[in-house]
């Protein structure tokens, strides 16, 4: 009994070693071998690590990189069905996500699906709002017959009410 009490006490001994040579062990990942590390990733207290560099255009939240977030536009909101009400009824869904409502009315076109429609660069805003709202089915961009500027949504009669 006495060699297998040795025999544990000599194999905690030696994991609990943090100055050994580890192969069989986890690898340590350095700040810059990933993609989502960061200055604070665990390494060992002889190595300091390699600061990353992080573009203008990004944002740093806890141990990952992330893109800025898309602006909040208003939003022309445009009935194309034969539903009464629909473009506001689907106006204060958008506001209720917290999009502001530029305009509500009709379009007299023809649209075959709810559509979000974006000016040149918005299409980011476009596609976080159509994230936003399952209903929204297609984002494309403006066309020259669009009555509004901007971010427009035309609903057909299959929006949910």
Known sequence: MAVV???IALLLALNSNPHRDDTAGPALISPTSHP??????VAP???????????????VEGN???R???PVLPVSV?????????????ADQVAAHGWPIAKVG?????VPISTLYYAP????????????????????????????????????????A
């Not at 445009?78 to 689907?90: D, F, I, P, W």
């Not at 009709?106 to 023809?110: A, E, K, L, M, P």
């Not at 984002?139 to 057909?156: A, D, E, K, M, W």
Request: aromatic share 4%; glycine share 6%.
């Open 5 to 7: 009490v040795l025999v």
């Open 36 to 41: 989502l590390a960061s200055t604070t990733s």
């Open 45 to 59: 207290p002889s190595v300091m690590p390699t600061p990353t560099t992080v573009e203008p255009s990004t944002r």
């Open 64 to 66: 990952r990189t992330s």
């Open 68 to 70: 800025p977030v898309a």
């Open 78 to 90: 445009l009935n194309n069905s034969r539903r009464s009400g629909l473009a506001h009824e689907a």
């Open 106 to 110: 009709n379009f007299t076109g023809r």
């Open 121 to 160: 660069g918005q299409l980011d805003s476009a596609q976080r709002l159509a994230h936003l709202m399952p209903a929204i089915q297609r984002v494309r961009p403006r066309f020259s017959g669009l009555p509004t500027t901007g971010l427009t949504l035309i609903v057909t009669r299959e929006w949910p």
